[in-house]
Protein backbone atom coordinates (compact mmCIF):
# COMPACT_ATOMS: atom_id res chain seq x y z
CA UNK A 1 0.00 0.00 0.00
CA UNK A 2 2.84 2.25 -0.23
CA UNK A 3 2.05 3.54 -3.76
CA UNK A 4 -0.86 5.63 -2.30
CA UNK A 5 1.67 7.66 -0.27
CA UNK A 6 4.85 7.56 -2.89
CA UNK A 7 2.27 8.32 -5.83
CA UNK A 8 2.90 12.23 -6.76
CA UNK A 9 -0.34 14.27 -6.84
CA UNK A 10 -0.49 17.39 -8.24
CA UNK A 11 -3.62 19.10 -6.66
CA UNK A 12 -6.66 18.72 -4.26
CA UNK A 13 -9.75 18.89 -4.32
CA UNK A 14 -13.30 19.14 -2.40
CA UNK A 15 -16.67 19.28 -3.81
CA UNK A 16 -20.05 20.00 -2.39
CA UNK A 17 -23.31 19.19 -3.75
CA UNK A 18 -26.43 21.68 -3.11
CA UNK A 19 -29.82 19.89 -3.32
CA UNK A 20 -33.01 20.69 -2.30
CA UNK A 21 -33.31 20.63 1.11
CA UNK A 22 -30.86 18.24 2.18
CA UNK A 23 -26.69 18.51 1.87
CA UNK A 24 -24.97 15.22 0.43
CA UNK A 25 -21.33 16.30 0.60
CA UNK A 26 -18.17 14.78 -1.06
CA UNK A 27 -14.40 15.52 -0.57
CA UNK A 28 -11.17 14.16 -1.46
CA UNK A 29 -7.93 16.12 -0.74
CA UNK A 30 -3.89 15.26 -0.39
CA UNK A 31 -1.92 16.28 2.48
CA UNK A 32 1.70 15.86 3.38
CA UNK A 33 2.90 12.20 4.54
CA UNK A 34 6.23 11.57 7.07
CA UNK A 35 7.61 8.95 5.28
CA UNK A 36 11.35 8.48 6.99
CA UNK A 37 10.68 5.22 8.75
CA UNK A 38 9.07 3.32 5.60
CA UNK A 39 11.95 5.21 3.21
CA UNK A 40 14.93 5.70 5.54
CA UNK A 41 14.99 9.14 4.44
CA UNK A 42 13.52 12.50 5.73
CA UNK A 43 11.78 13.38 2.25
CA UNK A 44 7.70 13.71 2.40
CA UNK A 45 5.46 12.93 0.13
CA UNK A 46 1.92 13.93 -1.45
CA UNK A 47 -0.98 11.63 -0.89
CA UNK A 48 -4.33 11.51 -1.36
CA UNK A 49 -5.34 10.41 2.13
CA UNK A 50 -9.21 10.82 2.51
CA UNK A 51 -12.15 10.75 0.25
CA UNK A 52 -15.77 10.25 1.81
CA UNK A 53 -19.72 10.91 1.43
CA UNK A 54 -21.56 12.56 3.92
CA UNK A 55 -25.37 12.50 3.97
CA UNK A 56 -27.67 14.59 5.91
CA UNK A 57 -28.00 18.41 6.78
CA UNK A 58 -30.73 21.37 6.13
CA UNK A 59 -30.28 24.18 3.84
CA UNK A 60 -29.60 26.98 5.03
CA UNK A 61 -27.63 26.15 7.98
CA UNK A 62 -24.76 25.10 9.89
CA UNK A 63 -23.32 21.22 9.88
CA UNK A 64 -20.47 19.33 11.39
CA UNK A 65 -19.34 15.61 10.89
CA UNK A 66 -16.56 13.32 12.51
CA UNK A 67 -15.54 10.29 11.48
CA UNK A 68 -13.25 7.53 12.25
CA UNK A 69 -12.05 4.26 10.73
CA UNK A 70 -9.55 1.50 10.10
CA UNK A 71 -8.15 -0.83 8.06
CA UNK A 72 -5.30 -3.12 6.93
CA UNK A 73 -3.50 -5.61 4.95
CA UNK A 74 -0.45 -8.12 5.69
CA UNK A 75 2.26 -5.42 5.55
CA UNK A 76 0.51 -2.42 6.83
CA UNK A 77 -2.30 -1.30 9.27
CA UNK A 78 -3.96 2.33 8.67
CA UNK A 79 -6.54 4.37 11.03
CA UNK A 80 -8.18 7.43 9.53
CA UNK A 81 -9.70 10.42 11.33
CA UNK A 82 -11.65 12.96 9.91
CA UNK A 83 -13.63 16.21 10.67
CA UNK A 84 -15.75 18.93 8.76
CA UNK A 85 -17.77 21.60 9.55
CA UNK A 86 -19.50 24.41 7.37
CA UNK A 87 -22.37 26.59 6.76
CA UNK A 88 -24.58 27.33 4.23
CA UNK A 89 -26.13 30.79 3.10
CA UNK A 90 -28.24 30.76 -0.48
CA UNK A 91 -26.53 29.59 -3.37
CA UNK A 92 -22.90 29.55 -1.16
CA UNK A 93 -21.19 26.96 1.33
CA UNK A 94 -17.64 27.27 3.07
CA UNK A 95 -16.34 26.11 5.98
CA UNK A 96 -13.24 23.60 7.24
CA UNK A 97 -11.88 19.97 6.92
CA UNK A 98 -9.40 18.17 8.28
CA UNK A 99 -8.28 14.49 7.76
CA UNK A 100 -5.41 12.86 9.55
CA UNK A 101 -3.74 9.30 9.17
CA UNK A 102 -1.93 6.80 10.76
CA UNK A 103 0.42 3.82 8.99
CA UNK A 104 1.75 1.17 10.95
CA UNK A 105 4.06 -1.82 9.76
CA UNK A 106 3.27 -4.57 10.89
CA UNK A 107 6.38 -6.42 10.83
CA UNK A 108 8.34 -3.37 12.27
CA UNK A 109 5.87 -1.63 14.34
CA UNK A 110 6.71 1.64 12.67
CA UNK A 111 4.57 4.56 12.08
CA UNK A 112 4.28 7.04 9.20
CA UNK A 113 1.49 9.61 9.58
CA UNK A 114 -0.44 12.40 7.46
CA UNK A 115 -2.39 15.01 8.10
CA UNK A 116 -4.14 18.07 5.93
CA UNK A 117 -4.19 20.45 8.77
CA UNK A 118 -7.31 22.60 8.92
CA UNK A 119 -8.24 23.20 5.49
CA UNK A 120 -10.54 25.72 4.29
CA UNK A 121 -13.33 25.21 1.54
CA UNK A 122 -15.53 27.02 -0.33
CA UNK A 123 -18.55 25.95 -2.96
CA UNK A 124 -21.27 28.01 -4.89
CA UNK A 125 -24.24 26.65 -6.46
CA UNK A 126 -24.48 27.97 -10.25
CA UNK A 127 -27.72 26.85 -12.23
CA UNK A 128 -26.59 24.87 -15.50
CA UNK A 129 -22.79 26.63 -14.65
CA UNK A 130 -21.58 23.93 -11.80
CA UNK A 131 -22.32 20.26 -11.82
CA UNK A 132 -21.68 17.63 -8.97
CA UNK A 133 -22.22 14.33 -8.46
CA UNK A 134 -19.85 10.88 -7.92
CA UNK A 135 -18.33 8.35 -10.10
CA UNK A 136 -19.35 4.91 -10.15
CA UNK A 137 -16.77 4.24 -7.50
CA UNK A 138 -18.71 7.04 -5.10
CA UNK A 139 -15.61 9.45 -5.31
CA UNK A 140 -16.68 12.81 -5.93
CA UNK A 141 -16.93 14.68 -9.18
CA UNK A 142 -17.63 18.22 -9.95
CA UNK A 143 -18.01 20.03 -13.23
CA UNK A 144 -17.06 23.70 -14.23
CA UNK A 145 -18.38 25.48 -16.93
CA UNK A 146 -17.21 28.58 -17.55
CA UNK A 147 -20.17 31.51 -18.00
CA UNK A 148 -20.51 32.96 -21.35
CA UNK A 149 -17.89 30.67 -23.45
CA UNK A 150 -18.41 26.92 -24.72
CA UNK A 151 -15.62 25.61 -22.59
CA UNK A 152 -15.62 23.52 -19.30
CA UNK A 153 -13.28 25.28 -17.34
CA UNK A 154 -12.30 22.22 -15.07
CA UNK A 155 -13.71 18.59 -14.46
CA UNK A 156 -12.61 17.90 -10.59
CA UNK A 157 -12.77 14.09 -9.58
CA UNK A 158 -11.20 11.45 -7.29
CA UNK A 159 -10.72 7.65 -8.88
CA UNK A 160 -9.45 4.36 -7.29
CA UNK A 161 -6.66 2.87 -8.75
CA UNK A 162 -6.04 -1.54 -8.71
CA UNK A 163 -2.55 -2.57 -9.20
CA UNK A 164 -0.91 -5.70 -11.07
CA UNK A 165 0.34 -8.16 -10.29
CA UNK A 166 0.93 -6.57 -6.49
CA UNK A 167 -3.00 -6.21 -5.98
CA UNK A 168 -2.45 -2.56 -3.97
CA UNK A 169 -5.29 -0.34 -3.96
CA UNK A 170 -5.60 3.50 -4.11
CA UNK A 171 -7.25 6.58 -4.35
CA UNK A 172 -6.17 9.79 -6.41
CA UNK A 173 -7.70 13.14 -6.89
CA UNK A 174 -6.90 16.01 -9.81
CA UNK A 175 -8.45 18.45 -11.64
CA UNK A 176 -9.10 17.97 -15.47
CA UNK A 177 -9.40 20.59 -18.40
CA UNK A 178 -9.78 23.51 -19.66
CA UNK A 179 -12.08 21.31 -22.20
CA UNK A 180 -13.69 22.97 -25.22
CA UNK A 181 -17.74 21.78 -25.75
CA UNK A 182 -18.75 21.09 -29.07
CA UNK A 183 -22.10 22.15 -30.62
CA UNK A 184 -23.95 18.79 -28.75
CA UNK A 185 -22.44 19.45 -25.16
CA UNK A 186 -19.64 16.86 -25.53
CA UNK A 187 -16.07 17.18 -24.05
CA UNK A 188 -13.22 15.41 -23.52
CA UNK A 189 -9.39 15.28 -22.89
CA UNK A 190 -6.64 12.05 -23.54
CA UNK A 191 -3.15 12.04 -21.79
CA UNK A 192 -0.74 9.32 -22.83
CA UNK A 193 2.45 10.25 -21.54
CA UNK A 194 5.32 8.40 -19.65
CA UNK A 195 3.88 6.45 -16.99
CA UNK A 196 0.59 8.04 -17.38
CA UNK A 197 -2.39 7.61 -18.86
CA UNK A 198 -6.30 9.15 -18.91
CA UNK A 199 -9.29 9.22 -20.82
CA UNK A 200 -12.06 10.92 -20.17
CA UNK A 201 -15.34 11.79 -21.72
CA UNK A 202 -18.43 13.64 -21.23
CA UNK A 203 -21.43 15.31 -22.37
CA UNK A 204 -23.83 18.36 -20.55
CA UNK A 205 -27.14 18.48 -21.55
CA UNK A 206 -29.22 20.55 -19.32
CA UNK A 207 -29.12 20.52 -15.80
CA UNK A 208 -27.14 16.54 -16.49
CA UNK A 209 -23.79 16.40 -16.85
CA UNK A 210 -22.52 12.23 -17.76
CA UNK A 211 -19.25 10.62 -18.70
CA UNK A 212 -16.58 8.72 -18.25
CA UNK A 213 -12.96 7.95 -16.76
CA UNK A 214 -10.35 5.87 -17.80
CA UNK A 215 -7.11 5.89 -15.70
CA UNK A 216 -3.53 4.24 -15.82
CA UNK A 217 -0.30 4.67 -13.40
CA UNK A 218 2.55 2.97 -13.96
CA UNK A 219 4.30 2.51 -10.83
CA UNK A 220 8.54 2.31 -10.28
CA UNK A 221 7.89 -1.09 -8.88
CA UNK A 222 6.49 -2.45 -12.10
CA UNK A 223 2.87 -2.66 -11.06
CA UNK A 224 0.16 -1.35 -13.48
CA UNK A 225 -2.43 0.39 -11.87
CA UNK A 226 -5.59 1.00 -13.51
CA UNK A 227 -9.03 2.68 -12.59
CA UNK A 228 -11.19 0.83 -15.45
CA UNK A 229 -13.82 2.27 -17.34
CA UNK A 230 -16.09 4.55 -14.43
CA UNK A 231 -18.89 6.36 -15.06
CA UNK A 232 -20.10 9.38 -13.59
CA UNK A 233 -23.16 11.56 -13.65
CA UNK A 234 -23.50 15.11 -12.15
CA UNK A 235 -26.46 17.54 -11.53
CA UNK A 236 -26.76 21.38 -11.88
CA UNK A 237 -29.55 23.46 -9.93
CA UNK A 238 -32.03 24.30 -12.54
CA UNK A 239 -33.43 27.91 -10.64
Given at each position: ?????????????????????????????????????????????????????????????????????????????????????????????????????????????????????????????????????????????????????????????????????????????????????????????????????????GRVRGALASGTI??????????????????????????
Amino acid sequence: MLKDKLHQAQSKVWNWWLCGTWLEAAMSLLATCAMALFLGTGDASAATIATGTIYGGHIPGDFRAHGQSTGGDNNEAWAFDESVSGRIRGDRAKGSYRATAVFTDVATGARASCDSGPVSWSAVSAPKRVYAGLTQQNLPVVIERRKGTGQIGQVRMAWEYACTPSGDTFTMAAPLGPMRLDAGGRFGLTIDSAGIGMRLTGRVRGALASGTIDMRYEADDGDTCRSGVQPFTALSSTK
